[in-house]
């Protein structure tokens, strides 16, 4: 993704590289996917291309899942599966969570 929006904005990687504060060797091993970057090269990636933090960190982390459980494919959509369905369980939660509070003010 980081390379398509690179690309797409015709810019060369050093100077994207440069605006996140990191040399273009490890721009380029990121795009990749050679490395992962960490949550602060995201966070100024995502500020120099004016998208947001989540939707690249979202990216940031189905690569490393992938990197990490893409040997066997099978596993990793059931995995995904389940965090899909606990991550619906957690917003639930949160969400009665909030209201219970805000009614107790």
């Known amino acids: 993704m980081l390379r398509k929006l690179r690309e797409d904005r015709q810019l060369p990687l050093w100077k994207v590289a440069h605006a996140a504060e990191m040399d273009s060797t490890l721009l380029s091993k990121i795009e990749l996917g050679q490395r992962l970057p ?17 939707e690249l960190e979202s990216m940031r982390m189905a690569d490393k899942f992938l990197s990490e459980n893409g040997h066997n494919l099978e596993a990793a959509a059931l995995a995904l599966a389940r965090i899909q ?7 639930a939660k949160t969400k009665r969570g909030t209201a219970s509070k805000q009614a107790k003010r």
């Open 85 to 91: 369905e606990s991550a619906g369980e957690y917003l």
């Open 38 to 54: 960490t949550q602060e090269q995201m966070a100024a990636l995502a500020r120099f291309f004016r998208v947001a933090l989540t």
